[in-house]
């Protein structure tokens, strides 16, 4: 059974740090990688989607990866904002999608 | 363009009582549909998806059932409500194989 890792559980930066979010997951046979965003309460914003086929996507500050055959993806955010704090969900999916617990960001003006 | 809609937002029932919460994709045909559930400081858990109608598969087994009575309507239902069916119900959408969009979700409170 598929199984989704985040790490760390929790970050705190000051703003204008680069940061690196990370995600591993178990079963290499995946159709694609998606990371999302969720503010407290609310729904899942898509970020970023990563077919099984590429290795990354980028998207203005963010820029995922994806090593398929290592079970491995990163998330990268430049150049933080305050506006940034959020809870960040990476999921694999092949017949269905399976997430990760998140990481819960704080960016401190 | 296609949308989810999920309602209602919020909801709070008292335990023993029915459930049915709603979900309707617009702009597309024979979608893939989601129900997922968050608990408090969880993280997202798959209930049911469906691939079209009347093909409800179940990961959890539970007091929860799903149905889709037609291509883009998906619902989610209990008989009884237990206290531990409290939190954030969220509707998901995919085309198959190019990334899901979800429904804005629905807060789920059993008193």
């Known amino acids: 059974k598929q199984e989704v890792t985040q790490i760390p559980a929790a970050l705190s930066v000051p703003e204008g740090e680069n940061l690196v979010l990370n995600c591993s997951f178990t079963?290499?046979?995946?159709?694609?990688l998606q990371w999302f965003r969720q503010d407290p309460g609310k729904g899942l914003t898509s970020l970023l989607l990563?077919?099984?086929?590429?290795r990354e996507q980028t998207s203005g500050r963010l820029n995922a990866s994806l090593d398929k055959s290592s079970g491995r993806s990163t998330l990268y955010i430049a150049a933080s904002q305050p506006g940034d704090s959020a809870t960040y969900l990476c999921a694999v999916s092949l017949n269905d999608m399976r997430f990760g617990a998140g990481t819960r960001l704080t960016v401190k003006p | 363009s296609q949308t989810i809609h999920q309602w209602p937002a919020t909801l709070v029932q008292p335990v023993g009582s029915p459930l049915s919460l709603e979900c309707t994709v617009e702009?597309?045909?024979?979608?893939?549909l989601y129900w997922y559930r968050q608990a408090a400081g969880r993280g997202l858990q798959l209930l049911f998806y469906s691939v079209g109608i009347g093909q409800i598969s179940s990961e959890v087994p539970q007091n929860l059932s799903a149905s889709r009575p037609q291509d883009r309507q998906f619902i989610l239902s209990s008989k009884k409500l237990l206290l531990s069916d409290s939190g954030f119900y969220l509707c998901a959408w995919s085309p198959g194989g190019s990334g899901y969009t979800f429904g804005s979700g629905t807060r789920l409170t059993v008193v």
């Open positions: 702009g597309t045909s024979n979608p893939n």
């Open positions: 990563i077919q099984s086929s590429q």
């Open positions: 079963d290499s046979a995946i159709y694609n």
